[in-house]
C-alpha cells in the first residue's frame, strides 16, 4: 500500500518541477525527496518523471498517478476532519428515545433545540416508546439516551436515570363538566366518572400510578376506552367520551374544549427523567446529557 508520505512529496514536486524548491516546501534534504520518489516508482512500478538534461516533466503514467494522488489526499484529510469532528461529539447519529407526555412538555423541545443549535453536525433519531422497552433498548446500546417518566418498574443493569423536573398528576376534562368549576379536583370525585386512560401496554407507569391513586382512595377507575398516545387520550376528552388523569406538562398541550384541574388530595409525583449508560465514552452523548441538566434548571 502506498504511504500518504511519498504521495504528498510527488504531488508537490509535480507542481514544482524542481527536486530543491520541492525538498525546501517539505522541509527535507533533496536526496531524501530523491529517494522517496524513487521508492514510489518501484512500487508502482514505473517511471513517474522525465529526467533530461536537468529539467524533469510528468510521464503519461505520471500525469495520471497526480491525479488519483490529489484526491487520496483530499479523501485522507476529509478523513481525518470527519475523525476530529466525530472525537469531540460534533457529527455522527444520536438515537433518543421519549414518552409521549415528554414529546407534547416543554422541557425536551428545549433540549433538542439546544442540542440541535450546538450540534448541526449530529443527525437526531426521534422514537416514541414506553419506559420500559426506552430502557431495555438503552441497556442493549440500540438507544442512546431517553426521556423516560419516574418511577420506573424496574431499571436494567447498566443504566442510570438523571431526574429533570417533576411534575404531578392533573384531570383533563371536557370544558363543561360540572367538576371543571372546581380549582382543583378530590380524587375520590373520579370514582363515579367514565375515564379515557392510557393502555398498560404502551404506559405501565403511569398506569400503575393512577391504579395506586384511586385504590387509596376507595375506587377502581371506570375506563372507558384505553389509547396509545396522550394527544389522543387529550381529544378524546374534548369529544367528551369521558375524564383523564395526566401528567401537568400535558397542560402545555392547548386542546379547545380542555380543561386542566390540580388534583386535591394526589401525593404522587411523575417525574421526567433522562435515561441513559453512566459510562457511555460517546461526546455527543455527554454532551446531550449536559444540556438536559441545563435546560432542567431554569
Known amino acids: 500500500m502506498l504511504e500518504l508520505k511519498l504521495l504528498r512529496s510527488f504531488v508537490l514536486l509535480a507542481e514544482e518541477l524542481h527536486f530543491g524548491r520541492a525538498a525546501e516546501r517539505l522541509h527535507i534534504v533533496q536526496p531524501a525527496l530523491t529517494q522517496q520518489i524513487q521508492s514510489l516508482e518501484r512500487q508502482i512500478g514505473t517511471p513517474l518523471l522525465n529526467r533530461a538534461r536537468g529539467r524533469i516533466s510528468l510521464t503519461d503514467a505520471g500525469a495520471l498517478v ?12 476529509r478523513t481525518e476532519a470527519i475523525g476530529r469532528l466525530a472525537g469531540r461529539g460534533e457529527v455522527g447519529k ?8 415528554a414529546g407534547v412538555g416543554a422541557l425536551m423541545p428545549a433540549v433538542l433545540r ?3 443549535r450546538s450540534h448541526p453536525a449530529v443527525e437526531l433519531h426521534l422514537v416514541e416508546m414506553a419506559v420500559g422497552p426506552q430502557l431495555a433498548a438503552i441497556a442493549a446500546g440500540t438507544l442512546d439516551v431517553g426521556f423516560v417518566r419516574l418511577p420506573p418498574l424496574s431499571l436494567p443493569p447498566g443504566v442510570t436515570v438523571l431526574p429533570l423536573r417533576p411534575d404531578s398528576l392533573v384531570a383533563a376534562l371536557p370544558a363543561g363538566h360540572p367538576l371543571a368549576a372546581l380549582d382543583a379536583i378530590p380524587v ?7 375515564m379515557v386512560l392510557h393502555h398498560r401496554a404502551g ?7 393512577i391504579d395506586d391513586l384511586c385504590g387509596r382512595h376507595g375506587f377502581t377507575p371506570q375506563v372507558v376506552q384505553s389509547v396509545p398516545q396522550i394527544s389522543l387520550t387529550v381529544r378524546l ?3 367528551g367520551l369521558g375524564l383523564s388523569l395526566l401528567p401537568g406538562s400535558i397542560a402545555w398541550l392547548a386542546v379547545e374544549g380542555v380543561v386542566y384541574r390540580p388534583l386535591a388530595d394526589a401525593d404522587i409525583q411523575y417525574t421526567l427523567a433522562l435515561a441513559h449508560r453512566p459510562q457511555d465514552p460517546a461526546p455527543a452523548v455527554r454532551a446531550f446529557i ?3 441538566e441545563k435546560a432542567a434548571e431554569i
Open 203 to 209: 404506559a405501565a407507569e403511569l398506569r400503575s400510578l
Open 94 to 101: 444520536l438515537e433518543v428515545g421519549f414518552v409521549g407526555s
Open 66 to 77: 497526480l491525479a488519483e494522488a490529489r484526491k487520496t489526499l483530499e479523501q485522507a484529510a
Open 188 to 194: 375520590a370525585a373520579l370514582a363515579a366518572e367514565p
Open 237 to 239: 376528552v374534548a369529544a
Open 290 to 292: 449536559a444540556l438536559a
Open 114 to 116: 439546544d442540542f440541535r
